[in-house]
């Protein structure tokens, strides 16, 4: 009780102490509170799938199916939604393990064209299915240090999208420029990853790092995207000391632009 403290003790520091601890009430209290609907997302998302794989199953084992080209279109769909399933849950428990902390970056000089060569070449298959053409912009002799599989974690993730929400013929432009500092305080390097796709409505934009935040429900669904992928972006690019933003008009395309500090040093 306050009953008797003389009103001097409003500039001691027990009155900023106490001011502290409500604030930290509240945080847990919104802590609580996402965690609860990421649980209840989570749970949403889960089920989505695995409801498809029993019902095509049941009508399967019901003997309902005689001809034989709709029986093997059930099983891809079985398939489809169970590597949908492995897919979500790989996400959830990356997320997860990076939002307790619970990796270690494993920093090193990495080669940042070559990065960008091997990022291509693992989504050279679907970009090639949609005709649509990665560019690279990447100076030769430019190395950034950082942990190499979380920073092709995060661009493979940034120029899949931008493959996934571009029309067929379309166009994923890498972009990486140096500065110097001068113009910042430490030397940093810029990705630029620029698509000529669908965009992001304006209203969208602040929202699309949340997780399973997604513009179109049904076009990330059929592009096989878990809503994941930019919450894990942004929490990596994050752990590397960097920035990520982003500017997109609607109907004419999106630019995703990571910074990272050109030195780092192991934390
Ligand atoms: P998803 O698995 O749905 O792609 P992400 O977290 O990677 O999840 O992205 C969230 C949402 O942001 C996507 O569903 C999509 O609506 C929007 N988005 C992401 N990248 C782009 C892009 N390059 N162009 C248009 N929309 C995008």
Same mark, same amino acid.
Do not use: C, W
């Given at each position: %009780?306050?009953?008797?403290?003389?009103?001097?003790?409003?500039?001691?520091?027990?009155?900023?102490?106490?001011?502290?601890?409500?604030?930290?009430?509240?945080?847990?209290?919104?802590? &609580?509170?996402?965690?609860? &609907?990421?649980?209840?997302?989570?749970?949403?998302?889960?089920?989505?799938?695995?409801?498809?794989?029993?019902?095509?199953?049941?009508?399967?084992? %019901?003997?309902?199916?005689?001809?034989?080209?709709?029986?093997?279109?059930?099983?891809?769909?079985?398939?489809?939604?169970?590597?949908?399933?492995?897919?979500?849950?790989?996400?959830?428990?990356?997320?997860?393990?990076?939002?307790?902390?619970?990796?270690?970056?494993?920093?090193?000089?990495?080669?940042?064209?070559?990065?960008?060569?091997?990022? %291509? !070449?693992?989504?050279?298959?679907?970009?090639?299915? !949609?005709?649509?053409?990665?560019?690279?912009?990447?100076?030769? +002799?430019?190395?950034?240090?950082?942990?190499?599989?979380?920073?092709?974690?995060?661009?493979?993730?940034?120029?899949?999208?931008?493959?996934?929400?571009?029309? +067929?013929?379309?166009?994923?432009?890498?972009?990486?420029? &140096?500065?110097?500092?001068?113009?910042?305080?430490?030397?940093?390097?810029?990705?630029?990853?620029?698509?000529?796709?669908?965009?992001?409505?304006?209203?969208?934009?602040?929202?699309?790092? &949340?997780?399973?935040?997604?513009?179109? !429900?049904?076009?990330?669904?059929?592009?096989?995207?878990?809503?994941?992928?930019?919450?894990?972006? !942004?929490?990596?690019?994050?752990?590397?000391?960097?920035?990520?933003?982003?500017?997109?008009?609607?109907?004419?395309?999106?630019?995703?632009?990571?910074?990272?500090?050109?030195?780092?040093?192991?934390?």
């Amino acid at each position: %009780s306050l009953d008797g403290v003389p009103m001097t003790v409003l500039h001691d520091d027990s009155y900023h102490g106490m001011l502290f601890l409500f604030q930290d009430v509240s945080d847990i209290r919104r802590l &609580e509170r996402m965690r609860s &609907e990421f649980v209840a997302n989570v749970s949403h998302e889960l089920k989505t799938p695995v409801a498809a794989v029993q019902g095509f199953a049941e009508t399967l084992l %019901s003997g309902g199916v005689n001809d034989e080209d709709t029986a093997r279109s059930f099983l891809k769909i079985i398939y489809d939604e169970g590597d949908r399933l492995n897919r979500l849950i790989g996400d959830i428990l990356d997320l997860s393990k990076i939002e307790s902390r619970r990796i270690q970056l494993d920093y090193a000089p990495v080669h940042v064209l070559t990065l960008f060569q091997s990022v %291509s !070449k693992v989504l050279e298959g679907s970009a090639e299915q !949609k005709r649509i053409e990665i560019r690279l912009q990447v100076p030769e +002799e430019l190395f950034v240090e950082a942990d190499e599989d979380r920073l092709r974690q995060i661009f493979i993730n940034l120029v899949g999208n931008g493959i996934s929400y571009t029309p +067929e013929g379309g166009r994923v432009t890498i972009k990486v420029e &140096e500065f110097l500092h001068g113009e910042y305080d430490e030397d940093r390097v810029r990705f630029s990853i620029a698509d000529n796709g669908l965009g992001i409505p304006k209203k969208d934009l602040p929202r699309i790092f &949340e997780r399973f935040y997604r513009v179109d !429900k049904a076009r990330s669904r059929s592009s096989g995207g878990t809503g994941l992928g930019l919450s894990i972006v !942004k929490h990596l690019v994050e752990l590397h000391r960097g920035t990520i933003s982003v500017e997109s008009e609607f109907g004419i395309g999106s630019t995703f632009i990571v910074e990272l500090p050109v030195l780092q040093e192991n934390p």
